[in-house]
């Protein structure tokens, strides 16, 4: 603790060195650290890291809110990798060359009198005296801290939005929109066989959002335990992404032998969680904690999947008021 203590000294006062220096008498015979000559194109040299610092920190904050900008991760690991180089450049400065150092033929006494406290105290604040313009160093130093700071705090802002999460509600889908397969093309519904796993996805939409992936799968219309008219000719679509992590489903567990093997499920690999398609995506086995949101589908007049509307609830992985409320489209 006393390691601790005298740090935390140490840094206090060589903040406020040169505030506190005059306490001591300006005699040399009452110095414990001889006085250093000012390094002006040192000190000017901080300044400029401490600046850059600053600035790095800033184009990585301003690197990260641009979502579309080509090499994005690298550029990220440039501009913080870049701001940590030059700090860690600007400490060995002060070290080397705008701290004033000293010999000592034998080590510090036992800290535990107050005076050699003082002593210690004096040391720090005499060691400095190579800075001529304190408090721009500080301010800059503060800056460059802050920045940083700053940098590093910026990406718990993908974690989502504390207050406003009606934006994790949305999806894409909506009365009427198309559904397509991986390549594109629109989705028949003459096409879709039973014991067959179906990946789609909004015509027209952007499918990298959460609420845009489904799985279709076509069941005995028989077998169906809820929502039959959401199922034209036991066809279901559910979201595709699971509701206890956000991983993909991407198993569909169809039994070989049906007299005793479980009856068909949606599973996650990651996890494990299994849901029931034949029931309202109900959960039956592992972590997920509610039921995939089952979209609402129906045949035109041409055959093709449409979505009659939108999901039975929010998509992704469950967290706090989940249960509040129901998917919607803008």
């Given at each position: 603790?006393?390691?601790?203590r005298?740090?935390?000294?140490?840094?206090?006062?060589?903040?406020?060195?040169?505030?506190?220096?005059?306490?001591?008498?300006?005699?040399?015979?009452?110095?414990v650290?001889?006085?250093?000559?000012?390094?002006?194109?040192?000190?000017?040299?901080?300044?400029?890291?401490?600046?850059?610092?600053?600035?790095?920190?800033?184009?990585?904050?301003?690197?990260?809110?641009?979502?579309?900008?080509?090499?994005?991760?690298?550029?990220?690991?440039?501009?913080?990798?870049?701001?940590f180089?030059?700090?860690?450049?600007?400490?060995?400065?002060?070290?080397?060359?705008?701290?004033?150092?000293?010999?000592?033929?034998?080590?510090?006494?036992?800290?535990?009198?107050?005076?050699?406290?003082?002593?210690?105290?004096?040391?720090?604040?005499?060691?400095?005296?190579?800075?001529?313009?304190?408090?721009?160093?500080?301010?800059?130093?503060?800056?460059?801290?802050?920045?940083?700071?700053?940098?590093?705090?910026?990406?718990?802002?993908?974690?989502?939005?504390?207050?406003?999460?009606?934006?994790?509600?949305?999806?894409?889908?909506?009365?009427?929109?198309?559904?397509?397969?991986?390549?594109?093309?629109?989705?028949?519904?003459?096409?879709?066989?039973?014991?067959?796993?179906?990946?789609?996805?909004?015509?027209?939409?952007?499918?990298?959002?959460?609420?845009?992936?489904?799985v279709?799968?076509r069941?005995?219309?028989?077998?169906?335990?809820?929502?039959?008219?959401?199922?034209?000719g036991?066809?279901?679509?559910?979201?595709?992404?699971?509701?206890?992590?956000?991983?993909?489903?991407?198993?569909?567990?169809?039994?070989?032998?049906?007299?005793?093997?479980?009856?068909?499920?949606?599973?996650?690999?990651?996890?494990?969680?299994?849901?029931?398609?034949?029931?309202?995506?109900?959960?039956?086995?592992?972590?997920?904690?509610?039921?995939?949101?089952?979209?609402?589908?129906?045949?035109?007049?041409?055959?093709?999947?449409?979505?009659?509307?939108?999901?039975?609830?929010?998509?992704?992985?469950?967290?706090w008021?989940?249960?509040?409320?129901?998917?919607?489209?803008?």
């Open positions: 603790m006393s390691r601790i005298d740090a935390l000294i140490s840094g206090l006062v060589l903040l406020a060195g040169r505030r506190r220096a005059p306490q001591w008498p300006r005699d040399e015979e009452r110095r650290v001889e006085a250093g000559p000012p390094e002006q194109g040192a000190e000017n040299l901080l300044l400029v890291l401490l600046g850059l610092v600053a600035a790095c920190s800033i184009a990585f904050v301003v690197v990260y809110s641009i979502d579309h900008l080509a090499h994005r991760t690298q550029y990220l690991g440039l501009t913080l990798g870049g701001a180089v030059v700090l860690a450049a600007a400490c060995v400065l002060i070290a080397h060359r705008l701290i004033v150092t000293e010999e000592l033929e034998h080590p510090y006494p036992p800290d535990e009198h107050p005076e050699e406290v003082g002593e210690l105290e004096q040391i720090v604040a005499e060691s400095g005296s190579r800075f001529t313009r304190h408090r721009l160093v500080v301010t800059a130093g503060l800056g460059a801290a802050g920045a940083l700071g700053l940098a590093l705090i910026t990406p718990a802002l993908s974690l989502g939005p504390a207050f406003r999460t009606e934006s994790l509600k949305w999806t894409p889908w909506r009365r009427g929109r198309r559904l397509v397969d991986t390549e594109g093309s629109p989705l028949r519904a003459d096409d879709v066989e039973e014991g067959t796993f179906y990946t789609a996805y909004p015509e027209g939409a952007d499918r990298e959002l959460i609420g845009a992936p489904l279709v799968v069941l005995p219309p028989r077998e169906l335990r809820t929502r039959h008219d959401w199922a034209p036991g066809i279901v679509a559910f979201s595709k992404i699971c509701t206890h992590a956000g991983c993909a489903v991407a198993l569909y567990r169809k039994p070989t032998f049906a007299a005793v093997e479980p009856r068909p499920a949606l599973v996650c690999p990651c996890h494990y969680s299994t849901f029931d398609p034949a029931d309202g995506g109900k959960v039956i086995f592992g972590p997920a904690g509610r039921a995939l949101p089952q979209l609402p589908l129906e045949v035109d007049g041409k055959g093709f999947l449409r979505a009659k509307g939108n999901f039975s609830g929010p998509v992704g992985p469950s967290w008021g989940v249960r509040r409320g129901k998917a919607y489209t803008s």
